[in-house]
């Protein structure tokens, strides 16, 4: 049983960069989850994907970030021109319908130098 | 107001015995549910143990169990016969079943770092 996956495990780019990262959920998942989570801090709730769409956006999701997910399977997070406070660990998380848990990706850890 | 809150940064407990790691919630809806995480330094986010707020036992997963007091509003996380690969951050966290933005989303509070000690 494939967990969930994400790419890259670690970016390191300067300020006023884009990144694009990639979340591949568990096989049959359709609810899929963006998290943000800084140092000392836990997660907190980016946006939400039932199939492709796209249903909640958080309001820390700035006009810079976007989020997609094409075919209701992998999703992609990018973030435009990229600040010092964007520095942090980027988590995805799938769920399956009627199930209760969400099930974490290993985070990708963004550092804006 | 803060939907989770864990007051304990930092925990030590020696191995082979059991620990509490405290978590106290704040909704008002009815039905919601109670997870808690396990975070080693790798980053990535375990799964441990979820109780529904419906549920009457206390859910059991192994060496774990969450200690649900409703009437408090409290889901402590017990860990019992402690191993030293238990070290890690550990974070409580609440899903609102009736949201209505439909997202269901988790709610996290600011985490435990367990430290087992040989």
Redesign the interface.
């Known amino acids: 049983d494939t967990g969930v996956s994400q790419d890259p495990r670690h970016k390191i780019t300067k300020r006023g960069q884009n990144v694009t990262f990639r979340c591949d959920p568990i096989s049959e998942h359709n609810r899929l989850y963006w998290y943000r989570q800084t140092l000392g801090q836990g997660p907190e709730f980016l946006t939400y994907f039932q199939n492709e769409a796209q249903l909640e956006k958080s309001r820390l999701l700035s006009d810079r970030f976007s989020a997609e997910r094409p075919k209701g399977s992998f999703s992609t997070l990018e973030i435009q021109r990229t600040e010092q406070g964007d520095s942090a660990m980027y988590l995805c998380a799938s769920r399956a319908a009627r199930q209760e848990t969400q099930y974490f990706g290993p985070g990708t850890r963004l550092l804006v130098l | 107001a803060q939907k ?1 809150t864990q007051t304990q940064p930092g925990m030590f407990v020696q191995e082979k015995e059991a620990v509490t790691l405290d978590c106290t919630y704040d909704t008002s809806d009815q039905s919601y ?1 109670l ?1 808690w ?1 396990k975070q080693p330094s ?6 441990l143990i ?1 109780q ?1 707020s419906y549920d009457e036992q206390n859910a059991t997963e192994g060496r774990y169990s969450l200690n649900f007091q409703k009437a408090r509003k409290s889901a402590n996380l017990v860990i019992s016969a402690s191993q030293l690969g238990d070290s890690a951050m550990y ?1 409580c ?1 609440m ?1 609102e079943d009736f949201d209505q ?3 269901n ?7 435990t770092r367990l430290t087992v000690i040989p």
């Open positions: 989770i549910g997870f995480y790798s980053g990535e986010m375990i799964f979820y529904g974070f966290a899903r933005t439909g997202a989303n988790l709610f996290f509070g600011t985490g």
